[in-house]
């Protein structure tokens, strides 16, 4: 009965030698453990990081190399002898992959394997380098939404199983699991525990069954690596990346997976822990026992693949195939009787339940204060942040999950009134600072602000509005250079996506945990969290001119508003927003800002004239 342990680790982007250590650090803790651990498993990618991108010619390493560093890392955390499976980005014949090391450590030399010392391939056969059980190159490379790994590495072009001192196991990393196809070969080659490190960023809200709130992604993941081991009767170990890059966050939540298909340990979200459990091989047997599944497959594997490629006609096409069957004999002629009335609920395409943009608030929570405690203080070494407290629902948010991620002696509030500015902006700016209790600056931007117009001239309300927002970022970078603080963003998706914000001024902060939420999802949030609702119920305003509101402006409300963009950025046409219950004056509103604006959302064109233009590949993989 093997005892495993799953690590799921936050790596620092781009640092190997500091991800050894850290592996290292793992592997002594878990050698203190009673019963002694048998298996280690980590995520995909745990020696650098996922979206390396150009990068990967940086952190890559051969397969050898990384058997040393791990046996080496292994000796000086004095841990008993342990298997471990580590993902890692691999050099191999001249080709960069993603790959997963299988290797036995404290039995072995670790300077006895040299790159090239001999093929991974015949590693289960015992002539393989010491201490290496197996490499697994990952077969299916995700090439859409956020995902471009096919640029970056090639394609490994096999699944095997293979021995170990406990069993017999097999590898598939992350999307590779995705294709059902894949468990099925594992199993095939008689895989008892399929082991499934993953780096995937977390998405949505969902809920699984048993109505614990989740990301979307981790629900969908929890149900692959079900039907994977239910299917097949093996055990499925899934070690998920934690941390956050570039604002893609890895949550966690690793699962082992009984041959039963029952979830028996999951991790936390958005934390790093290390799960061990003692599995036991033999549930396997009751299992096939109850549900032969994969005993009739490799029956009727053999009939079922035989004609695939068969009665092809030429590039792309296929005879029709005769359909065979017996003509009718028996029944009822049902055209002879009347049929019954009977209402249904109707489910399915034209009819909507619920609300699209629900949110799980508490949820929402843990997300971004972990985004938060990754982005301000692990990625760019600030202990302290900055943000302008307007008196709006926008700001004050911000304002309590900072002090939850970094706490309240670490985050400044600044209050940067203009003398036209609503009066009641200030005292719920200060209603949020006492309710916090956070260090506080105000700084009037009256005189710098009048003192440029007064120079230029002709200023109208929306240039006047402009030099205020922009001259409050000034005083914000200012402040952060004086209090090494990094300044958070308050920008909310919808203000994003319609261009309502100042370009190079309140879109500018380098960390924004709102980015990608709409204004009702953020009301939902900070009702949540405890803002004022004082500042909750008031309409709201950038404040730059007096009586000025965001919802005047828009010409239509922001319950409406972001159920159009909601629809609008999944590809319906205006029509078909119309149908749902929104004017046509309405949509086309909101559909006229979202296109005319665009161009606010983008970086600066650069003229490329090389291969390391920024956008395009970057020198090294910690720079972005």
């Known amino acids: ?36 651990v048998d298996l280690v498993i980590f995520p995909e990618t745990a020696t650098s990081g996922y979206f390396v991108e150009g990068g990967v010619r940086d952190v890559a390493v051969t397969a050898g190399t990384l058997f040393r560093d791990l046996a080496l890392a292994h000796e000086a955390a004095q841990a008993p002898p342990v298997d471990v499976a580590v993902g890692f980005y691999e050099v191999f014949q001249n080709h960069f992959y993603n790959s997963c090391l299988y290797a036995s450590l404290g039995n072995a030399s670790p300077r006895n394997a040299a790159p090239g010392h001999a093929s991974p391939r015949n590693a289960s056969s015992g002539s393989a380098a010491p201490g290496i059980r197996h490499v697994h190159r990952k077969v299916f490379l995700p090439t859409y939404g956020v995902f471009d790994e ?51 960023p977390a998405r949505g809200t969902g809920m699984d069954e048993e109505g614990t709130r989740l990301p979307t992604s981790v629900v969908r993941w929890e149900r692959i690596v079900k039907g994977i081991a239910d299917e097949h009767a093996v055990w499925v170990a899934l070690a998920s990346l934690v941390g956050f890059e570039g604002g893609k966050g890895f949550p966690g939540a690793s699962v082992l997976i009984n041959p039963a298909g029952e979830i028996v340990l999951r991790g936390p979200l958005f934390e790093e822990a290390v799960l061990t459990y003692d599995v036991d091989l033999n549930e396997m047997t009751r299992a096939r026992a109850e549900s032969p599944l994969l005993a009739d497959l490799e029956v009727n594997l053999p009939h079922l693949i035989k004609n695939l490629g068969k009665g092809e006609t030429g590039k792309g096409k296929r005879k029709r195939a005769v359909v065979e069957f017996d003509p009718a004999t028996n029944g009822t002629d049902v055209s002879r009787v009347p049929l019954p009335v009977s209402p249904m609920h109707v489910v399915g395409k034209g009819v909507e339940e619920g609300d699209p943009l629900a949110i799980d608030p508490d949820l929402a929570r843990r997300w971004l204060v972990s985004f938060l405690k990754d982005e301000v203080v692990r990625r760019r070494g600030f202990t302290k942040g900055l943000v302008g407290l307007s008196g709006g629902v926008d700001s004050s948010l911000v304002a309590f999950l900072a002090v939850e991620a970094l706490g309240k002696e670490n985050l400044i509030g600044v209050r940067m009134p203009y003398r036209t500015s609503s009066p009641e902006s200030l005292e719920h700016a200060q209603l949020v600072i006492s309710q916090l209790g956070i260090e506080s600056l105000t700084v009037d931007i009256s005189a710098a602000v009048d003192g440029y117009l007064a120079q230029v001239g002709d200023a109208d309300a929306t240039r006047r509005g402009n030099v205020m927002a922009r ?89 409406k508003v972001d159920r159009i963009l909601y629809y609008l950025i999944r590809g319906m046409k205006p029509a078909e927003v119309v149908a749902r219950g929104f004017t046509a004056d309405e949509v086309a509103k909101v559909a006229q800002r979202l296109e005319s604006t665009h161009w606010k959302r983008r970086l600066p064109t650069v003229a490329m004239m090389s291969q390391t233009a920024i956008g395009e590949f970057y020198l090294r993989p910690v720079d972005y």
């Not at 640092?15 to 002694?36: F, H, S, T, W």
């Open 471 to 559: 001259e409050r970022m000034i005083v914000l970078f200012d402040l952060s250079a004086k209090y090494r603080a990094l300044p958070l963003g308050t920008g909310n998706k919808s203000e994003r996506l319609l261009g309502y914000f100042t370009w190079h001024a309140d879109d500018t902060p380098p960390v924004n945990p709102l980015g990608d939420l709409f204004k009702t999802q953020v009301r939902a949030l900070a009702r949540h969290v405890g803002v004022p609702d004082v500042i909750l119920r008031k309409p709201p305003t950038p404040d730059l001119v007096p009586g000025q509101t965001t919802e005047g402006d828009y010409g239509i409300s922001y319950d």
């Open 1 to 36: 009965m093997p005892r495993l342990a799953i690590a799921q680790l936050r790596p620092k982007k781009g640092d190997y030698a500091a991800n050894l250590q850290k592996i290292g650090g793992v592997l002594g803790q878990v050698g203190q453990l009673e019963p002694r």
């Open 150 to 200: 096919e640029r970056f590495v090639e394609r490994g072009r096999e699944i095997r199983a293979f021995d170990t001192e406990w069993g017999r196991a097999a590898i598939l990393l992350c999307e590779d699991a995705w294709h059902s196809v894949s468990g099925t070969i594992a199993a095939l080659q008689g895989a008892q525990l399929v082991i499934v490190p993953s780096a995937s």
